[in-house]
């Protein structure tokens, strides 16, 4: 094989692996009942295909390759540890004799990677491990993209990672999807890392991006996974929809120059109609959530031809209905912001002033930045650029920082 064609094949195991990574670490998981373990073994099958592929060429199934390959050292690895020898007896055995079937389509995801989702996500973990832990396995990034998403060290990152799977282990979490009450709770569990992780993407907290697409491409991802293997439950389909509303923005969020660029301001011919077609069909789907309300009032501002044209009333409606069910101050903040436009900046002011004390907005850069924005469209003009610049002085993201300050100038 000529250099140009290894190189070439080297590219292919990499993509191919970064695709099927969270399959093969599902189907290993099930055979070793350890994600670490499984994890090592998918990179033990990585190793390989790069070792035979430049050599023996790409073959026809690559991903049902890969599987195959990790599943017959899982069983290696069973047979040779007489602690596994039950496992092997009820396991290994059969999964020996049936080779895996390769996966019929890309789309065609088996139970095996939602048990990984649900086990990623156990509460028995931090919330910062479970994210942390669920990029690597499902979303297939390595330590230092995660670490850069999140502006760690790649030490603490691999860390989280390596005590989050240690912390598994040690509790014995089974390699299943719970049932009734357990599965109720460890779902909300999986939305909320998910929800988490695109949040990150949509809006860094920090750094000189505000938009990280991959992880938002990751959690949008994992969201649809959800939605086709759990095709009943109807706050899956609310999350899907809202990630799908609010992707479909993303084109238009920034100008060339990676500046913010205000909902006021967007170009609407920008955002996305086929996500916001999928966003349509998965609200259909949705409840009465707190996840289907979110997406409802980002459907609202899907249906907006232009930013005049936001049905505002509806949308402070549905915040309300939104505070009812997960009461929080920063729920109360958007509900101002809504107010605001539906009865004037007055009325969304009062709101907003209720909230300069709780302590939970206390370093809150968007506290500021949205009672500055309705000081300004008061006539309050010194009042509003105090307040610019404490919301700059409060974030950590570089771009929000700049367009803060630019806005305390023209003030």
């Not at 669920?134 to 995660?146: A, F, K, P």
């Not at 992880?215 to 389909?237: Q, T």
Request: charge should be negative; glycine fraction near 6%; include cysteine.
């Amino acid at each position: 094989m000529t250099a140009a064609n290894a190189t070439e094949a080297t590219q292919t195991v990499e993509a191919v692996f970064r695709i099927e990574s969270a399959r093969v670490i599902a189907g290993v998981a099930r055979i070793v009942r350890d994600v670490g373990i499984a994890e090592e073994l998918a990179q033990d099958a990585l190793i390989a295909a790069l070792e035979q592929w430049p050599e023996s060429g790409v073959p026809d199934k690559p991903g049902a390759w890969l599987m195959a390959t990790a599943k017959h050292r899982a069983i290696d690895l069973v047979r040779r540890k007489e602690t596994y020898a039950r496992k092997l007896a009820e396991v290994g055995r059969a999964l020996e004799d049936v080779p895996p079937p390769p996966p019929a389509d890309p789309d065609d995801i088996d139970d095996d990677l939602l048990r990984l989702i649900f086990t990623a996500c156990h509460p028995v973990l931090s919330p910062e491990a479970r994210i942390a832990l669920t990029l690597r396995l499902l979303g297939g990034l390595t330590t230092e993209e995660i670490a850069r998403a999140f502006l760690a060290s790649d030490a603490a990152v691999a860390q989280r990672i390596v005590r989050a799977k240690r912390s598994l282990a040690k509790a014995r979490v089974p390699f299943e999807v719970p049932y009734r009450e357990d599965r109720a709770a460890r779902l909300s569990s999986v939305l909320e890392v998910i929800y988490l992780i695109f949040n990150e993407g949509y809006s860094a907290t920090a750094g000189d991006d505000l938009v990280r697409p991959a992880l938002c491409e990751d959690a949008l991802r994992l969201a649809r996974v959800l939605a086709g293997l759990m095709p009943k439950e109807p706050e899956v389909h609310g999350l899907a929809a809202l990630l799908e509303f609010q992707a479909s923005r993303i084109p238009a969020r920034t100008g060339p120059d990676g500046a913010p660029v205000l909902l006021a301001d967007q170009n609407r011919a920008k955002w996305n109609r086929l996500l916001i077609h999928r966003g349509v069909e998965a609200l259909h789907r949705a409840g009465h959530g707190p996840y289907a309300l979110q997406a409802a009032i980002a459907a609202c501002h899907a249906r907006a031809v232009r930013y005049e044209d936001t049905d505002w009333t509806t949308i402070a409606t549905l915040y309300d209905r939104l505070a009812g069910l997960t009461p929080s101050p920063v729920v109360e903040l958007n509900r101002a912001v809504a107010v605001s436009m539906a009865e004037g900046p007055a009325a969304g002011l009062e709101l907003v002033d209720a909230l300069v004390a709780d302590p939970a907005l206390r370093d809150y850069h968007l506290l500021p930045s949205v009672r500055g924005d309705l000081l300004e469209r008061l006539g309050r003009r010194e009042e509003a650029r105090a307040e610019f610049e404490r919301a700059a002085s409060l974030t950590r993201n570089a771009p929000e920082r700049r367009l803060l300050r630019e806005r305390a100038e023209r003030v």
